[in-house]
């Protein structure tokens, strides 16, 4: 099993752009949907963006769509979330998540309780 651990988070103004990174150990990373998950004070955890194995068919959150864009290198165990065109409702812990024999809209609709791996999160707080 994989593990995870994020990195890129911070504070930016509305409008400004942030790059999340995920780094994977293992050598099975290739074999799993990896996606992104965020978590607002008070609020349930959410879904944001996921990509299959194959890197193809990303699956976004309507509320994301057109701004975020979630890519993977499988040679460096990597998934990333670009996020542009920030807002002040996109402030929250965003995690990493993975889940092998599934796929990238699967884990568009499944609880969180449905990913099997998660990083340890990364804040990112965009101000107004």
């Known amino acids: 099993q994989v593990q995870l651990v994020e990195s890129g988070g911070g504070l930016v103004q509305a409008g400004g752009s942030l790059r999340l990174s995920c780094a994977a150990s293992?050598?099975?990373?290739?074999?799993?949907?990896m996606g992104w998950f965020r978590q607002a004070p008070g609020k349930e955890r959410e879904f944001v963006a996921a990509?299959?194995?194959?890197?193809?068919?990303?699956y976004y959150a309507d509320s994301v769509k057109g701004r975020f864009t979630i890519s993977r290198d499988n040679a460096k165990n990597t998934v990333y979330l670009q996020m542009n065109s920030l807002k002040p409702e996109d402030t929250a812990n965003y995690y990493c998540?993975?889940?092998?024999?599934?796929?990238?809209?699967?884990?568009?609709?499944?609880?969180?309780?449905?990913?099997?791996?998660w990083g340890q999160g990364a804040q990112v707080t965009v101000s107004s």
């Open positions: 998540a993975a889940r092998s024999l599934t796929t990238a809209q699967a884990m568009s609709i499944m609880p969180p309780s449905g990913v099997a791996v």
């Open positions: 293992g050598r099975t990373f290739f074999s799993y949907t």
């Open positions: 990509l299959s194995m194959s890197g193809s068919s990303p």
